[in-house]
Nanobody
Framework: QVQLVESGGGLVQAGGSLRLSCAAS????????LGWFRQAPGKEREFVAA????????VYADSVKGRITISRDNAKNTVYLQMNSLKPEDTAVYYC????????????????????WGQGTQVTVSS
């Protein structure tokens, strides 16, 4: 059973950058579609970015397009979220997610389409 552990969060000034990592256990990492979501205080969890099994297909929320890049390294069982030009509204707990069933080449943007979640990492962007 895959377990996900995020890291890389922290406090950064507006305009700065952070790279989040999510390390996964398990031997079938390369078969999983992966995604990043975030949840700000008092708000619903929202989609940020997703990547397919091949690492080529990606999709982003409109609010982060051009500033955030998702990538994966199947050899390291790790998915990354490179975040540039950060804004205070990016402040949230960031979660990585894996789809460990019905393996597919598609990308998925709904939280309900994932069945494995990390514990989250806090990102705070100061103005």
């Amino acid at each position: 059973q895959v377990q996900l552990v995020e890291s890389g969060g922290g406090l950064v000034q507006a305009g700065g950058s952070l790279r989040l990592s999510c390390a996964a256990s398990g031997r079938t990492f390369s078969s999983y579609a992966l995604g990043w979501f975030r949840q700000a205080p008092g708000k619903e969890r929202e989609f940020v970015a997703a990547i397919g099994r091949d690492g080529v297909n990606t999709v982003y929320a409109d609010s982060v397009k051009g500033r955030i890049t998702i990538s994966r390294d199947n050899a390291k069982n790790t998915v990354y979220l490179q975040m540039n030009s950060l804004k205070p509204e990016d402040t949230a707990v960031y979660y990585c997610a894996a789809r460990g069933y019905m393996w597919s080449d598609n990308v998925f943007s709904r939280a309900s389409e994932y069945d494995r979640w990390g514990q989250g990492t806090q990102v705070t962007v100061s103005s």
